[in-house]
């Protein structure tokens, strides 16, 4: 196989509770990408359509990847990457961690396996340092794994895949302001009060339990952010309304998307996530706030050969 094309998804991070540990991959949202084996030794990137980003393979958190990847092979192997863009940069829903694992899942199944898909996290968040300074796995971990995923731990990394209730659906709003994931984290503070990460930490057990107990309820009330979500929602175009909106019209919980400006819901079932999607469309209607929004199972897969 000289040439493969993949589907890189989006996802969502945090989930309000989660902090840099949790994430989930959307089943229907994402990019494009073509990559080829090449003459040329190294990473190039040949194509970027749909968003202005910078061919420079040093630049692109593709190509940082991707080579972070070859590096770690010792590997004299040549390829060109094709990105063909369809989730917006700064959207908070992992546009770079969608281009990072996108390209060292591409490589690594042109290269003949030589790594497991999880064994690509560690080159993938390299592109996530990259774009935001911090090398984070909670959104390259679910886009390469599916499903949901928690990192344990960082350092050694230690990613656990939680599969998803059959049930559970996202919505995602997307108001048309890009938020950098450099600037979210600049309004975090340093240190939290004991109370707020018991609370915290509380909820967190309680999210990971409702997934393995498929307990909707429990989902639900574990989708609370003590630490986060106060200090971030400012930067978000109506969110406390459109938060409001989603939990009146039966959302199981809602809160920022990694580092927003994206608003999620959780929901069970498909109907009821598209009668979320019609409220919050109704709030940035009426607020004249250009949007994108989104309706997606939670994929069990993650990058996807097309």
Not at 250 to 278: Q, R, Y
Request: proline share 4%; net charge negative.
């Amino acid at each position: 196989m000289n040439e493969i094309k993949i589907f890189c998804p989006a996802t969502i991070a945090n989930l309000s509770c989660g902090f840099d540990v949790l994430g989930l991959c959307l089943d229907n949202v994402g990019d494009e990408m073509i990559i080829k084996k090449s003459d040329q030794k190294g990473i190039r990137i040949t194509k970027i359509i749909g968003a202005d980003l910078p061919l420079e393979t040093e630049k692109n958190v593709a190509g940082v990847a991707a080579l972070a990847m070859l590096a770690a092979l010792n590997s004299n192997a040549g390829f060109e990457i094709e990105i063909y863009k369809k989730i917006k940069a700064g959207s908070g829903i992992g546009s770079s961690a969608a281009s990072s694992a996108g390209a060292v899942f591409g490589i690594n199944e042109l290269l003949g396996r030589p790594f497991e898909v999880k064994d690509l996290v560690q080159f993938a968040m390299q592109g996530e340092k990259l774009a935001c300074g911090n090398a984070h796995a909670d959104n390259v971990a679910p886009a390469l794994l599916g499903g949901f995923t928690l990192v344990r731990s960082y350092a050694p990394l230690d990613i656990i895949k939680i599969e998803s209730p059959s049930e559970l659906y996202a919505t995602v709003v997307h108001p048309q302001i890009e938020l950098k994931t450099s600037d979210a984290r600049s309004v975090l503070k340093q240190t939290v009060s004991l109370k707020s990460a018991i609370m915290q930490w509380g909820n967190v057990g309680g999210l990971i339990a409702g997934l393995y107990t498929k307990d909707y309820d429990l989902i639900g009330r574990s989708l609370h952010d003590e630490i986060v979500e106060p200090l971030r929602s400012v930067l978000i175009p109506g969110f406390d309304l459109i938060k409001q909106t989603a939990l009146e019209n039966g959302a199981l919980g809602s809160g920022i998307s990694g580092s927003g400006p994206s608003v999620f819901a959780l929901s069970k079932g498909e109907a009821t996530a598209t009668k979320i999607a019609k409220a919050m469309s109704e709030v940035y209607d009426k607020m004249q706030m250009p949007y994108e929004i989104h309706v997606s199972k939670v994929s069990p897969d993650g990058v996807k050969i097309l």
